[in-house]
């Protein structure tokens, strides 16, 4: 059964995702109204980054004293700064909400918004959908938490978690649907990561505006289709520090991140891939599998590595979501 709280902020998250895409890099907001007599009188929500937070949305739509007395629903704790807007909590005060219900703390350090509507004598309660609320926000909670981009990785294997045979034949494994279905996924992201090994391999366009390649000894030609396109940018040896010989992908990640990068969608062979793994930073895996079984130890895994001995040191995700495409499978799950 769900409480009522629970109702108006599955409304909040419902009407938060219509800002989906336009908000980044800040977060996703949606808010409703009730009066005192608790009649929902009023929605709104974060439209366009620099545009008006989700609360003053709602509650401009209504007169002076409309909300007097009311509670205000909003899935993240409302701001007490000045940013582009002028804070949320101050609108709250003046219009005389008597309760503030919050689906989640704002993890910008910026914003104490909480207190400040107890100080003002207002009751709050904290923690509707906590789960949902979070899991909405996600790339904004890594981006504030860790200055890193969220990142991604698409990986497309066979039944037995292959991605190439031992030669390197890799076209196609998946279905025309899902090849389709990653052209559209990437446009969800601010760039598209991958490895030298890729590029040389299957020499791919991969449009999109912002392209970034590892690529430490510089041995990708400038001649690839992949930089007939969008702005790339290069990390090399000269540029990015090395661990374990190896370009260190935490830093490139950083320079992305400086450069306006929030979302990466990474796509490459199983060295690169493992890598990332490995590191943990990697937030999230689409990986498609193909009914195909290539039944064959040297074909080239997803996710290279290390000998592992127990079963118990394996990664283990969490899925949220299935799909079938084509005649292929989509899992997407949180690392
Ligand atoms: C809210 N409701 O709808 C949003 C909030 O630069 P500004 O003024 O837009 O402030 C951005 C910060 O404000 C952002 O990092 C987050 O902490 C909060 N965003 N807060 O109460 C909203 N979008
Ligand atoms: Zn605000």
Avoid at 245 to 266: A, M
Wanted: charged share 30%; hydrophobic share 35%.
């Amino acid at each position: 059964m769900q409480t009522n709280d629970e109702k108006y902020m599955k409304e909040c998250i419902r009407l938060a995702l219509k800002g989906c895409g336009k908000v980044s890099p800040n977060p996703m907001v949606g808010c409703v109204v009730l009066d005192r007599s608790g009649k929902l009188v009023s929605k709104g929500y974060h439209k366009k980054y620099g545009g008006n937070h989700a609360e003053r949305d709602a509650l401009l739509k209504l007169k002076n004293n409309e909300a007097e007395g009311g509670t205000l629903y909003v899935n993240l704790e409302p701001c007490s700064h000045y940013g582009k807007t002028p804070p949320c909590v101050d609108l709250i005060i003046e219009r005389k909400l008597k309760r503030v219900v919050v689906g989640m703390k704002d993890v910008n350090p910026k914003v104490d918004g909480i207190s400040r509507l107890l100080d003002a004598g207002i009751d709050v309660t904290t923690g509707v959908l906590e789960e949902d609320a979070k899991f909405l926000n996600r790339v904004f909670i890594k981006n504030m938490t860790k200055k890193l981009p969220y990142v991604v990785l698409k990986t497309a294997t066979t039944m037995d978690g292959k991605i190439a045979t031992a030669n390197g034949d890799s076209k196609w494994i998946t279905s025309n649907e899902s090849r389709a279905e990653v052209y559209k996924m990437r446009k969800n992201f601010d760039c598209i990561l991958t490895s030298s090994n890729t590029v040389i391999a299957d020499n791919p366009k991969m449009e999109h505006c912002f392209k970034c390649i590892l690529d430490k000894s510089g041995r990708v030609s400038e001649k690839s289709k992949i930089f007939e396109q969008g702005k790339i940018y290069v990390a090399t040896k000269e540029n990015t520090p090395l661990k374990n010989g190896e370009l260190d992908i935490k830093s490139v990640l950083k320079t992305l991140y400086k450069k306006g990068i929030y979302s990466v969608f990474v796509e490459c062979g199983g060295t690169l891939a493992g890598a990332f793994l490995k590191e943990n930073l990697v937030d999230e895996i689409y990986q498609f599998i193909a009914p195909k079984i290539l039944n064959d130890n040297s074909g080239k895994s997803c996710f290279d590595g290390d000998d592992v001995t127990k079963i118990s040191k394996a990664k283990h995700l969490k899925i949220y979501e299935t799909k079938q495409i084509g005649e292929d499978l989509l899992i997407k799950s949180l690392v």
